[in-house]
C-alpha cells in the first residue's frame, strides 16, 4: 500500500477503527427528515465522528471547510425514491472533481442481486481503476434497496466478498443478527456496519453495534439512528465509545444516560 492511500485510511480509521456520520441520504430521498439542514444537524456531532459521508453538492453548501472531518464522499447516484429502480446507478462525479474536494475516499453503491447488478459492479470497477492511480480508498456500499429480506449473511457475504474482490478497500454492509462473523470473515478487507435495523431504543443500537464490533466489524456508518434521535449527541459518544474503546452496552447505556 503506498504512503498516500495509507495516510488517507489512517486517518478514516484510526488504530483500524471508525465511526462515519453519513448525511447522504438526500441524493435519493430529496430533503430526509432531521437533514434539512445538514450543516447544524451535525455540528454538534462532528467531535465524535471520524468522518463525514455526503455529496458534493452538500459538501459545498452546508459543510465548513475550515477544520472540517475527513470526507467520503458519496459519487453514485442518478435515482429517486420516485423512480421505477433505485438501483439504475451511475458514477456523478469525476475523479478531477474528488481530487478537487479533497476527499480522503469515495463511496459507491453495488445492488449486487438486482437487474442492474452488473453496471453497478462496473461503476464500481471504473472507480477503484480511477481512484488507485491518486491513492483514494473506495468504499463499496452493499445496497439491497427495498429488499429488506436480502440482509442476511450469506447474501451479504457474497456482496462484501465480490466487493473486495473488485478492489474496493472497505466495504459498507449491513449488520445481521444471525452469522455476522461468517460475513466479516469472509471480506479480506475492513467491513463496515450500516445503519442496521430501525431501533426503538438507544440500548438497541448500541447492543447490534457492539455485537458486529466483537465479531470483527472495523466501525460502523451509522446516520439515522444517530441524528434522528431525541438525544443525538448522547448517543454519538456512546457509540464512539463501543468502536474506539471497546466498552459493553451497559457502560454505553452510562455514557448515554450521562450526557442526556
Known amino acids: 500500500m503506498d504512503w498516500g ?115 453497478t459492479l462496473h461503476n464500481l470497477t471504473t472507480l477503484v481503476n480511477e481512484c488507485e492511480d491518486y491513492g483514494i480508498p473506495v468504499m463499496a456500499v452493499t445496497a439491497v434497496g427495498k429488499e429488506m429480506e436480502k440482509r442476511e449473511a450469506r447474501y451479504l457475504a457474497l456482496c462484501c466478498r465480490i466487493a473486495a474482490e473488485l478492489g474496493a478497500r472497505v466495504v459498507k454492509t449491513y449488520w445481521c443478527d444471525k452469522d455476522f462473523d461468517k460475513v466479516v470473515n469472509g471480506c479480506p478487507v475492513p467491513v463496515i456496519m450500516a445503519g442496521g435495523p430501525k431501533c426503538e431504543t438507544e440500548k438497541e443500537v448500541f447492543e447490534f453495534v457492539h455485537d458486529g464490533m466483537q465479531k470483527g466489524a472495523a466501525g460502523i456508518n451509522l446516520g439515522r439512528n444517530v441524528w434522528k434521535t431525541p438525544h443525538p449527541v448522547a448517543i454519538a459518544k456512546a457509540l464512539r465509545a463501543i468502536v474506539h474503546e471497546g466498552v459493553d452496552v451497559k457502560q454505553a447505556q452510562e455514557i448515554f444516560n450521562e450526557i442526556k
Open 5 to 119: 492511500m495509507k495516510n488517507r485510511l489512517s486517518q478514516l480509521m484510526p488504530n483500524g477503527k471508525c465511526f462515519f456520520m453519513p448525511i447522504d441520504h438526500g441524493y435519493f430521498q430529496g430533503p430526509t427528515s432531521g437533514l434539512e439542514k445538514p450543516g447544524e444537524t451535525i455540528e454538534p456531532l462532528l467531535p465524535y465522528a471520524d468522518a463525514l459521508f455526503c455529496t458534493r453538492g452538500v459538501l459545498r453548501a452546508a459543510i465548513d471547510p475550515v477544520n472540517s472531518k475527513p470526507i467520503v464522499l458519496r459519487v453514485s447516484g442518478c435515482t429517486s425514491m420516485v423512480g421505477k429502480d433505485l438501483a439504475n446507478e451511475e458514477l456523478t462525479t469525476s475523479i478531477e472533481e474528488v481530487i478537487r474536494l479533497n476527499a480522503a475516499a469515495v463511496g459507491v453503491s453495488v445492488f449486487i442481486g438486482s437487474d442492474y447488478e452488473k453496471e
